[in-house]
């Protein structure tokens, strides 16, 4: 089947992988929709760093067992449709429409749908799910929107970590995917002051048709000047980036770092201590707040569609991870296999 796989830092086009065959408690889908994250255009410019790094967390225990010398399939925002079941597998009849966390389970145990050199993710014609942790898509929803079911996922468990309550203000900082899908979430939960900071005018437009009450220019003077806010989201992920809301941020702030920094950050605990600034790092979502997101997109009380500025076939990966480095141009680029 055909597949777009990560070969020395380069999404490859490739017609000659083989079918994946589900085992128990696994069906195999064909792959409608699959949104490109900013986290797969990290691994392929950083993929030694990130192994790396998970390496010495896991204390030697393994890493993530991914071989940057053999192809790598990426992929984990999709949308499917069910083929078929492995042996002995109850699940919804062939041709249903679904989503799922991007987690396959197998004999072998849990794995992600992340980074692999063996399970294929959604940058391919088909792919594996596992039976119990399918979501049908509702009926009539555009499978382009449901793609957009995990990333929008990921600012939900932002903001439900921030705890924000409806009168507080919020600063977004960087809108990007995350920090566009934080928008969406803060607008959804009734927070009545969303301010939005970002560089790109582009990026600051797609905030406002997302929800963001007003968007700032970070370079026409410091957000913090006129935002005020209680919360501050940070979704930009360079270094530097905390040490500066931390310094700038008003006593008893609460700052959620979603921005996604790989290389070493330095910062001044004694802004943070000063101010008594309580910093809460985020990652990915809990299946409820998944299923969530899917319901709020179906259900329309989040609209998608803006986020949504580019399509390709696989033999368009590769130029794709190319032009998503312009963020005048593009968002969110979905892979039509
Ligand atoms: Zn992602």
Avoid at 110 to 121: A, F, K, L
Avoid at 201 to 208: G, M
Wanted: with cysteine.
């Amino acid at each position: 089947m055909r597949a777009s796989v990560l070969r020395d830092g380069r999404m490859v086009y490739r017609d000659d992988v083989p079918d994946p065959v589900p085992g128990p408690g696994q069906v195999l889908v064909a792959v409608r929709s699959c949104g490109i994250c900013g986290s797969d255009l990290h691994f392929a410019a950083h993929g030694a760093e990130v192994l790396a790094l998970t390496a010495q967390m896991t204390r030697g225990g393994g890493g993530m067992g991914v071989d940057l010398d053999r192809d790598i399939f990426m992929g984990h925002e999709f949308s499917a449709e069910i083929l078929e079941a492995g042996p002995d597998t109850e699940t919804y009849p062939a041709g249903t429409l679904v989503t799922s966390l991007p987690v396959l389970l197998s004999d072998k145990g849990v794995e992600p749908i992340v980074y692999s050199n063996t399970t294929i993710g959604g940058y391919a014609e088909r792919m594996l799910l596992s039976a119990p942790l399918l979501i049908p898509i509702p009926n009539g929803l555009d499978l382009k929107h449901a793609a957009l079911t995990e990333p929008m996922a990921v600012g939900l468990h932002a903001v439900n970590k921030s705890n924000i309550q409806p009168g507080e203000t919020a600063l977004v900082i960087g809108c990007g995917p995350i920090g566009i899908a934080i928008i969406a979430a803060l607008r959804r939960s009734g927070v009545e002051t969303i301010v939005a900071a970002d560089f790109s005018p582009k990026r600051r437009e797609l905030a406002t048709a997302m929800g963001a009450h007003q968007v700032l220019d970070p370079a026409q003077g410091s957000p913090f000047d006129t935002a005020k806010p209680a919360v501050v989201f940070e979704a930009v992920g360079v270094p530097g980036i905390i040490n500066d809301v931390l310094s700038r941020a008003r006593p008893g702030t609460r700052l959620v770092v979603a921005g996604v920094c790989m290389q070493p950050d330095t910062m001044h605990p004694f802004f943070a201590i000063a101010k008594e600034i309580n910093v809460q790092f985020v990652l990915a979502y809990t299946p409820e707040e998944f299923a969530d997101s899917l319901r709020a997109i179906a259900e329309g009380e989040t609209d998608v569609s803006p986020l949504i500025t580019g399509e390709v076939g696989l033999d368009g990966v590769g130029a794709a991870f190319d032009d998503l480095g312009d963020p005048e141009r593009h968002c969110k680029i979905l892979v039509t296999p």
